[in-house]
């Protein structure tokens, strides 16, 4: 397969993923929409056209990691890992409800293919890094990508996790930076700035950083991510400049964190979303 088609058929992934985020989410009536829309694109590189993975055997040793420390992107996950095979998409419709094995934060002792329960903030970063250092000891060529949002990088968990991983020459972690802009209290510039960046802060301590001025645009990801697999001896940071909300008419306009929309927006939402894969799949 050339390299046209390759980005044809993730922009279609993409397009996939982010209709049934809104799907599950709108099964609940109401959650994070924001934060799960901006990753889709993300999503879909990794999962299609970049990890190892074996849907049919969630655990096998030498799979590549997924961690999403921001652990409120959940349900973009669920559209993910349905879509590729773990389970009936059609069960992630349960999100949060009695029983279910879709939680608001993923929970890797519940949902088939989360490698490693998030939630707290930071925590997932910190995650990764061990399960990092751990798959190098064990001579495992298998790598470890982690998602951490721009306002989750307020925590200070992060950056001890930063530089642990520039310590330990971690160059099978891939962090990817959802700098969507906004967090839970407003605009991340507002609410806690991050100076110079966050790129020139994983750069001091020591990371190969990346930064993409799209990071919706599914192949300058891929190209990004395909570029970090040469680097020796240093961990890899992608800060990722999205659009929170993207795709979700009720959410992206105002970059809400969380929603709770009408049932006439849900079904406006959904409908431009089907219109907007009906075109990726058109494309030439």
């Given amino acids: 397969m050339d390299k046209k088609q390759k980005m044809h058929e993730l922009k279609v992934l993409a397009a996939k993923i982010r209709l049934e985020t809104l799907k599950i989410i709108a099964s609940r009536g109401f959650g994070h929409v924001g934060g799960s829309m901006s990753m889709a694109d993300a999503m879909a590189v990794l999962y299609g056209g970049i990890m190892r993975i074996d849907p049919q055997n969630p655990r096998w040793e030498d799979r590549d990691w997924f961690v999403l420390s921001k652990g409120h992107g959940g349900p973009v996950m669920y559209a993910t890992l349905g879509l590729m095979g773990y389970y009936p998409l059609e069960s992630a419709y349960t999100l949060n ?53 721009d306002g989750e990088c307020d925590e200070g968990q992060i950056w001890e996790a930063a530089q642990f991983a520039d310590h330990y020459h971690l160059d099978n972690l891939v962090c990817l930076v959802d700098q969507n802009k906004q967090q839970l ?43 970090a697999e040469t680097v020796n001896g240093q961990p890899t940071c992608l800060i990722l400049n999205t659009v929170k909300g993207k795709g979700a008419t009720f959410a992206e306009p105002t970059g809400a964190h969380s929603s709770q929309p009408t049932k006439a927006q849900w079904d406006e939402a959904i409908r431009a979303s089907e219109a907007a894969l009906a075109a990726a799949e058109a494309e030439a």
Avoid at 108 to 137: F, I, Y
Avoid at 192 to 199: A, F, L, N, T, V
């Fill in 97 to 149: 409800h009695p029983n279910t094995k879709f939680p608001s934060h993923t929970d890797r002792n519940m949902t088939p293919g989360v490698d490693l329960t998030t939630g707290s903030l930071g925590q997932g970063m910190s995650e990764a890094v061990g399960a990092a250092l751990g798959l190098k000891q064990q001579g495992k060529s298998s790598r470890v990508f982690v998602a951490v949002g």
């Fill in 185 to 227: 209290d407003g605009p991340t510039c507002e609410v806690m700035s991050h100076g110079k960046g966050i790129g020139a802060k994983f750069d001091a301590f020591g990371w190969n950083v990346t930064e993409l001025q799209d990071g919706n645009d599914v192949t300058a990801i891929y190209d990004a991510l395909k570029a």
